[in-house]
């Protein structure tokens, strides 16, 4: 997968492609799913949520520019696997959870992997996690309909964050905010698809009988096939 999926495209950092080799994905899909955990596509975890595609975890990994020193934040933990990757290449991580089912197993798939050094919360990670700021880099695994202040305000100086921007099931783009002193640099990196950031500076609650793709994202490569992820309830 790494050599095949990652390496032979843009994914050239030396660090990232470590830590994808090293972190073993079939601890966070579902028993039923391990003999497909590593092609490079999202597969389904519960909750109406999905494991991220490999090569999305690589490259948000390797466009936050994460320092062995680094604080980390990842908004969106879903299986885990991306906060496990984060892990490796981070001093510290917290990852922000809204569905505290799956908090719970991401939790224990981390334990299992040996990863010590990163942090599971259940809340609206739209907001950040104020009490652990700031962070050097913020990423986050769905997409939100305006870059949201609250994380901007949680970097620290030269603090990348790397997000989706655009409304849901359309185009969106994934960039990367880099704050200096009192500015900010906005740089698109590509095009995406993610699901929705669903919170205070999300898409806000999903409502009764409205349809919403809640399961995962697709890269640079065009749309891949959402592996029949129900909407969201
Ligand atoms: N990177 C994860 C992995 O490797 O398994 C997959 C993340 S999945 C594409 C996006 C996740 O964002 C879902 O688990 C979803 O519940 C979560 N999410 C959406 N809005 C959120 C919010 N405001 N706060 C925290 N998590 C949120």
């Known amino acids: 997968m790494v050599a095949h999926d990652l390496a032979a495209r843009d ?8 830590a994808m080799e ?5 601890h966070f899909v579902p028993e039923d799913l391990v003999d497909a955990a590593y092609e490079d596509r999202p597969l389904p975890i519960g909750a109406g949520q999905t494991i991220s595609q490999p090569y999305i975890v690589a490259l948000m990994a390797q466009e936050a520019r994460i320092g062995a020193a680094d604080r980390v ?5 879903g299986s885990g696997y991306g906060a496990a990757v984060l892990g490796r290449l981070a001093a510290e991580v917290w990852t922000v959870e809204r569905h505290e089912d799956l908090a719970r197993r991401a939790r224990e798939a981390l334990e299992a992997t040996g990863a010590g050094n990163v942090h599971v919360d259940v809340g609206d990670g739209s907001l950040g996690a104020p009490d652990s700021a700031p962070f050097d880099a913020i990423v986050v695994t769905a997409a939100a309909p305006a870059v949201p202040d609250a994380l901007v305000a949680q970097l620290a100086d030269g603090g ?9 099931g359309h185009a969106q783009e994934l960039v990367r905010v880099t704050v200096r002193g009192e500015h900010s640099e906005r740089a698109h990196l590509c095009d995406v698809r993610f699901v929705p950031l669903i919170g205070a500076e999300g898409f806000g609650r999903i409502h009764p009988g409205q349809q919403r793709r809640d399961g995962d994202e ?9 592996p029949g992820t129900p909407p969201e309830p």
Request: glycine share 12%.
């Open 22 to 26: 090293s972190v073993p994905r079939e």
């Open 73 to 77: 934040l990842e908004v969106g933990t």
């Open 218 to 226: 697709s890269g640079p490569d065009g749309p891949r096939t959402d």
């Open 11 to 18: 994914i050239h950092d030396e660090r990232v492609l470590a």
């Open 160 to 168: 990348r964050l790397v997000i989706p921007i655009g409304p849901d």
